[in-house]
């Protein structure tokens, strides 16, 4: 295990390296002026000089490659920068940010594995049943459905029509302190429509996994023996099923952040969304690559955790040959 995980951090420096230097040669063949972004309409009626000073100070006259060696030469040391868009260093901003977008992202991938997992099997003991072609239609309707529409759909559904959750933010308009059930309230709407968008995969996974190790040998002889059937679907079925969950884990990691940066913005929750945004259209190149770079890492961690999970629950499989 030890050496799995040397081998693929080893892996992830040049991976790293080509991100951040892509995001740097996007940022500067971008049409938006890091400029005009960071002063706003105050530069509208700025001479030549006056814009030429401040992008000297911003560093934004210089060539890509150069501001982003600068950049890689600081963050090795921690140094991220200063975030010209949010006039606050990017550290700051990143710490602010993540505790809530982690959250949302626990609570929502939580439920979707225990939720779908749950509806997989359910499907599966009676393949063609009724119930299994509701589930898999379901999981079909929600995995066509845009992550951004289903939030909307949800305020207006729960928040303007029933009234029985608030339609966005943190706390209350009329608080002035973080309180866990403030914070519990607010969470449901947006991590139960990012949960939504997750659900379908893990439903149709266990199903499939599900149901094949229901046909092997295995369970047919468990069965033979006289076993409960609740004993052959949980004790038999469902281990050997779950294991095309876990490499599921990994790749659902990209659209899991795609997903609750869309969720966030039209919940007007206070994570990365709203610094992404701004990061993007102001070509704020520190807090930019920082972003990126933290995307990229989450990525190259859940895979991670995908191939470690398979490795020890798959006695088959060699840690040191993935």
Do not use: K
Not at 126 to 140: E, H, K, N, Q
């Amino acid at each position: 295990m030890g050496r799995l995980v040397a081998r693929r951090a080893l892996f992830a420096v040049p991976a790293l390296l080509l991100v951040t230097f892509g995001v740097f040669a996007v940022a500067a063949a971008s049409p938006f002026d890091p400029v005009r972004a960071y002063g706003g309409t105050a530069v509208l009626g700025a001479d030549q000089e006056t814009l030429d000073r401040l992008r000297a100070n911003l560093g934004a006259g210089e060539p890509f490659a150069a501001r982003w060696w600068r950049w890689l030469t600081q963050a090795v040391t921690g140094e991220l920068g200063d975030s010209g868009v949010m006039r606050q260093p990017v550290t700051e901003v990143i710490g602010e940010r993540l505790v809530w977008s982690a959250l949302l992202c626990a609570v929502a991938f939580g439920v979707a594995v225990l939720a779908g997992t749950a509806a997989g099997v359910l499907a599966a003991r009676r393949p063609g049943s009724w119930t299994d072609r509701a589930v898999t239609s379901l999981a079909y309707t929600l995995e066509a459905a845009p992550v951004f529409w289903t939030a909307l759909l949800a305020v207006w559904l729960f928040a303007l029509q029933l009234d029985l959750l608030p339609a966005g933010g943190l706390t209350d308009t009329a608080s002035e302190h973080v309180s866990p059930g403030q914070v519990l309230s607010h969470v449901v709407l947006p991590a139960g429509v990012l949960a939504l968008s997750q659900l379908p995969w893990f439903t149709l996974y266990v199903r499939q996994g599900v149901g094949d190790a229901l046909a092997e040998d295995p369970v047919r002889g468990a069965r033979a023996r006289g076993l409960s059937e609740r004993t052959v679907l949980l004790g038999h079925a469902l281990r050997s099923g779950l294991l095309p969950v876990l490499t599921l884990i990994g790749s659902r990691v990209p659209e899991l952040i795609t997903g609750a940066l869309l969720v966030e913005t039209v919940f007007s929750w206070p994570g990365i969304a709203a610094a992404t945004v701004e990061a993007a259209t102001s070509v704020d190149f520190p807090l930019l690559a920082a972003l990126t770079t933290l995307a990229t890492v989450a990525v190259l961690a859940g895979n991670l955790l995908a191939d470690l999970l398979y490795g020890l629950t798959d006695p088959r499989v060699e840690l040191n040959r993935l």
